[in-house]
């Protein structure tokens, strides 16, 4: 999905309307938007668009592509060192009228299970639980009357037997899709903070890779086994380990007792 960090941001900026202020994302001369940022803040009453630099009613925070707060690389070692005093807070989305109706399409009271990772990133294989284990649950979801469902776009990787997959248009369908269902599992990533935002149950499968405390959620089961966060950039046995020693049934076991 790859959202996560924009999801964070609309949690940083949370509240700021109500304060008669709006959140500028940059280095305090320039509004620092990506490519990803519009569709998550679209309509977001909270947060400052490019190109509003001017305004009287900003308040600056240096959060963007690069310069993420929740941590800073050591290049020396390849790694990620995570700043323990960061604490994700649930974002928001404002979706429009339509955008709600549309999202309701394929029901509700599913669960959304997603084994893939993003792709192209040294540290993808550090949040790789293994599509077999994320089989297993699917089928073990299947037995206890749960629909089990799974997202459908270009690239989206292997597909589960015996989920229903749900063609998604961009990220902002995806996301009001994903607040009807009863809960999500898969991997720490954009759409953990997806769930978070829209307001639903997770099981996350975080590993040995990056801290809960800093990325975690609240009313999530945030499972490590066991390990402490590396933050390693490339395939990291440490973290392969962690990921094996998550069980199918711990997994099973925390999305039951929060559907």
Known sequence: MGYGDQLMGSGLARGAASRGKRIAFGDRRTI???????????????????????????????????????????????????????????????????????????????????????????????KEWGRDNYQQTAFRLIAEGFEVCQFKYPGSGDRL??????????????????????????????????????????VVLFGGFIPPSVTGYEGHANLTGGAEACGSLRRCAHCEEAMRAIAVDEVCAAALERL
Not at 109 to 115: S, T
Not at 169 to 189: F, Q, T
Not at 194 to 199: D, P, Q, S
């Open 32 to 126: 620092r938007w990506d490519s990803r940022s519009e569709p998550i803040y679209r309509g977001n009453p909270n947060v400052a668009v490019p190109g509003s630099e001017g305004a009287s009613d900003l308040e600056w925070l240096e959060f963007y592509k690069g310069h993420r707060l929740y941590n800073r690389q050591d290049r020396t070692n390849d790694r990620w060192i995570w700043n323990e005093e960061f604490h994700a807070q649930p974002g928001e989305m404002f979706f429009t009228p339509a955008e709600v109706l549309r999202g309701k399409r394929y029901g509700s009271g599913f669960v959304l299970i997603e084994p893939n990772v993003v792709a192209g990133k040294g540290c993808a294989p550090n």
């Open 161 to 202: 037997v015996g989920v229903r997959s749900l063609p998604t248009i961009d990220v902002r369908d995806a996301l009001a899709i994903l607040g009807n269902a009863s809960g999500y599992v898969g991997p720490e990533g954009g759409l953990h903070h997806g769930a978070a935002a829209v307001g639903i149950p997770a």
